[in-house]
C-alpha cells in the first residue's frame, strides 16, 4: 500500500511529464494527436483528490491548460485538412525536387495576381510641394531658433562625474559584485533554502538607500549573479544568488518582472522588519 | 420623366466622381504598404464604397485588372461580409489573369527568384502556414546556390511576401495573401 506521500509525490511526476509532453507538441509542430487525451484527464482526474497544496493544485491547473492548448491545435489540425488547401508535406517537397524549374514557375504563374500600383508624381502634388517651399523659411532663419551654447564644451573629470552621480566612487561591476558578496553573506547567515526574501535583501534605513539597492539587484538578476523566485500565490518574491556567474541561454526566454519600490511597500516592510 | 432622367444622370455623375477617387486611392500608394483599408475608403467615399468598388471592378475587367479584397485579421462568418468586417479588409487593385513567364521579367523578377518564391510560399502552405526557416533553406538549396538562399528569402520579407518571427519560422505575409491564389498554385503544382 503507497503512503499518502509517495502517491502524491507520483501524481506531481505524472503531471509535469503531462506538461512536458504537451509543451514539446505545441512548441515542436508535432502532430497533436500524438496526445491522447482522455488518458491524461484520466489520470489528472484520478490524482486530483490527493491536492491539497497551492502548488499542487497549480500543477494540476497548468496540466488542464496545456492539455487545452492541445486540443485547440487537435481542432486546428483537423479544420486545415479538411480544407482544400491541405496537401501531404512529403509529396509537395518530393513533387517539387523532381520539377523544373521552368515547370515552377509556370505554375506559380497561374496563381500570381501582382499588385499593380503606381509611384509617380502628379501636378497636383508638384504644386502642393511648390506652395509648402514658398512658405518654408530659409534654413538661417530656422536655426536661430535653436541658439547654439556659447559656452565651449570640455571633458569633464573622474571627480566631476562622480560629484554629479554620473559615475559612482566605484568601478560599477565592483560594487556589484560587492553587493553579490553580501547578498551571498546574507543568505548564508539569514536565509533558508539558499535565498532570502527579496524585501529584506533590499529593505534598508531610508527609502532612497532601498531604491538604490532594488536598483543594484535587478543588474544581479539580469547579469546572473542571482535569480528570483516569485510565488504569485503567496505574493512573495525571494532572490537566490548563484555560486557563480550564470552565462545567459541564448534560446531561453528572458522574462522581465516588475516589482514596486513604493514609500508605501516600504513602510510596510520597516513596520514588518521592526516587530 | 425628364426629372427622373435627370436623377439618373445625377445619380451616374456622383459614382463617376466616387470611383475617380477610388482609383486614386487603389493605384497610388499612400503608405508604407500599398493598398487602402475598407474604412479610408468609407471615409473618402461614403457608405457606399462597397458599390463603388464593385462598379469599379467591372470597368477593370477588360483591362485585366480587379479589385481585390484581403482580409488581414479574422476571415468574415458569411460569404458576404459586413460593413464593419469590410472596414478591416485592405483592397488592392492586382492582374486579373495570369502573366507569361517573358512578362514576368519584365516586372523585374529572374526565373530563380521565382521559383524559389513559388517553392517557398507552396511549402509553408502545406505544413499549415509556418515553417522553420532552416527546412525552407534546405529545400531551396536542392536547385539554388547556397548563398543566394538566404539572400532570397530576405528578400521574400523584404518584399512582404514572408515574415519571421523570433523563432526563425517563417509564415506567409500580407503580399502572399494579396496576389497570391494559395489553393490554385497547389493545385497547378501537384497537377505539373
Not at chain 1, 497544496?53 to 487537435?74: G, K, T, W
Not at chain 1, 532612497?208 to 505574493?235: D, Q
Not at chain 2, 439618373?8 to 482609383?23: H, P
Amino acid at each position: 500500500m503507497q503512503s499518502k506521500r509517495e502517491r502524491a509525490k507520483i501524481g506531481r511526476e505524472r503531471l509535469q511529464r503531462v506538461i512536458e509532453m504537451c509543451k514539446a507538441v505545441e512548441e515542436r509542430s508535432l502532430d497533436p494527436f500524438l496526445v491522447d487525451v482522455d488518458e491524461i484527464i484520466r489520470v489528472v482526474r484520478e490524482f486530483f483528490p490527493e491536492w491539497e497544496q497551492p502548488e499542487d493544485l497549480c500543477l494540476d491547473a497548468e496540466a488542464i491548460n496545456r492539455l487545452a492548448s492541445v486540443v485547440r491545435l487537435q481542432s486546428e489540425w483537423v479544420k486545415h485538412r479538411s480544407t482544400l488547401l491541405y496537401t501531404d508535406p512529403f509529396l509537395l517537397e518530393e513533387k517539387i525536387k523532381r520539377m523544373e524549374k521552368d515547370a515552377i514557375v509556370e505554375a506559380f504563374l497561374g496563381a500570381w495576381h501582382p499588385i499593380v500600383e503606381f509611384e509617380q508624381i502628379s501636378l497636383h502634388s508638384l504644386k502642393e510641394a511648390l506652395r509648402y517651399w514658398v512658405s518654408l523659411p530659409p534654413l538661417k532663419d530656422r536655426w536661430k531658433e535653436f541658439p547654439m551654447p556659447e559656452e565651449a564644451g570640455g571633458a569633464a573629470t573622474r571627480e566631476e562625474l562622480i560629484r554629479l552621480r554620473i559615475l559612482q566612487d566605484k568601478a560599477f561591476t565592483e560594487e556589484l559584485e560587492n553587493f553579490w558578496n553580501e547578498l551571498k553573506k546574507l543568505v548564508s547567515e539569514e536565509g533558508e533554502d539558499g535565498r532570502i526574501r527579496y524585501w529584506d535583501f533590499v529593505g534598508a534605513e531610508t527609502y532612497e538607500e532601498t531604491t538604490h539597492r532594488a536598483f543594484m539587484t535587478s543588474f544581479l538578476v539580469t547579469y546572473g549573479y542571482a535569480t528570483l523566485e516569485v510565488h504569485p500565490l503567496e505574493e512573495e518574491i525571494f532572490i537566490k544568488p548563484f555560486d557563480r556567474q550564470q552565462r545567459r541561454i541564448a534560446k531561453k526566454q528572458l522574462v522581465s518582472i516588475p516589482i514596486a519600490i513604493t514609500v508605501e511597500e516600504w513602510e510596510k516592510w520597516r513596520r514588518g522588519a521592526k516587530k | 420623366m425628364e426629372e427622373r432622367s435627370k436623377k439618373v444622370s445625377k445619380r451616374k455623375a456622383v459614382y463617376a466622381s466616387k470611383m475617380k477617387r477610388a482609383v486614386h486611392m487603389l493605384f497610388y500608394r499612400r503608405h508604407k504598404k500599398p493598398g487602402v483599408k475598407g474604412w479610408e475608403l468609407r471615409k473618402a467615399l461614403g457608405a457606399d464604397y462597397p458599390k463603388v468598388l464593385s462598379i469599379l471592378d467591372e470597368y477593370l475587367k477588360p483591362l485585366d485588372l480587379q479589385v481585390k479584397m484581403v482580409f488581414e485579421e479574422e476571415k468574415p462568418k458569411s460569404e458576404k461580409p459586413a460593413l464593419e468586417e469590410l472596414d478591416k479588409a485592405r483592397f488592392y487593385i492586382t492582374l486579373r489573369g495570369d502573366l507569361t513567364p517573358k512578362e514576368a521579367k519584365m516586372v523585374g523578377w529572374r526565373i530563380d527568384d521565382l521559383a524559389g518564391l513559388a517553392i517557398t510560399i507552396a511549402y509553408i502552405i502545406s505544413k499549415k502556414g509556418k515553417a522553420p526557416r532552416k527546412e525552407v533553406e534546405e529545400l531551396l538549396r536542392e536547385k539554388l546556390p547556397g548563398w543566394k538562399v538566404g539572400l532570397n528569402i530576405d528578400r521574400y520579407i523584404r518584399y512582404g511576401y514572408l515574415t519571421q518571427d523570433e523563432n526563425e519560422q517563417l509564415y506567409l505575409d500580407w503580399r502572399t495573401r494579396a496576389e497570391v491564389d494559395q489553393k490554385a498554385l497547389i493545385d497547378l503544382i501537384l497537377s505539373k
